[in-house]
């Protein structure tokens, strides 16, 4: 049986975008996962160039609304964002609640090759977080 995980940040635009591209990719078909923003927005070209650099596909995706996953049953939310977290919304039934605080590649500042540098730290602290989190769900 598949577990249900949503993750949840702000804009649905980076974060929570390769979030959802790393655990499909890595968990194959033990989740259903889906993310989703407080206030969406859409996916950024940058999330979508440094997932493409480490070969996980998330052009497809579309940001979408938290409001479309209420009165879901879920097993996990995910916040990614600080002010997710502050803000996020209940959801029925028992499920684990986990916060992972990261930055907003999304506001870096600079010349394209400085933002993508920071949008690849993200990246890489969220596929970390990915590992960490199938690895304490293979009990």
């Known amino acids: 049986m598949k577990k249900w995980l949503l993750f949840l940040c702000t804009g649905n635009s980076a974060r929570s975008q390769m979030a959802e591209g790393f655990l499909r990719h890595l968990a194959g078909d033990k989740f259903e996962v889906f993310s989703a923003g407080i206030k969406p927005t859409q996916v950024n070209p940058l999330a979508i160039k440094v997932m493409a650099e480490a070969g996980i596909d998330i052009s497809k995706h579309k940001s979408k609304s938290a409001m479309e996953f209420i009165g879901q049953k879920c097993d996990y939310v995910i916040t990614v ?8 919304p209940v959801f029925p039934g028992k499920y684990e609640k986990i916060h992972w605080s990261l930055e907003d590649p ?3 500042k ?5 933002k993508l540098a920071v949008f ?3 990246r890489d602290k969220i596929k970390e977080n990915i590992i960490a989190f199938l690895k304490s769900n293979e009990k």
């Not at 600079?110 to 400085?114: H, I, L, Y």
């Open 120 to 122: 690849r730290n993200i």
């Open 110 to 114: 600079g010349t394209e090759e400085e």
């Open 81 to 88: 964002c600080d002010n997710a977290k502050q803000t996020c």
């Open 106 to 108: 999304a506001e870096a």
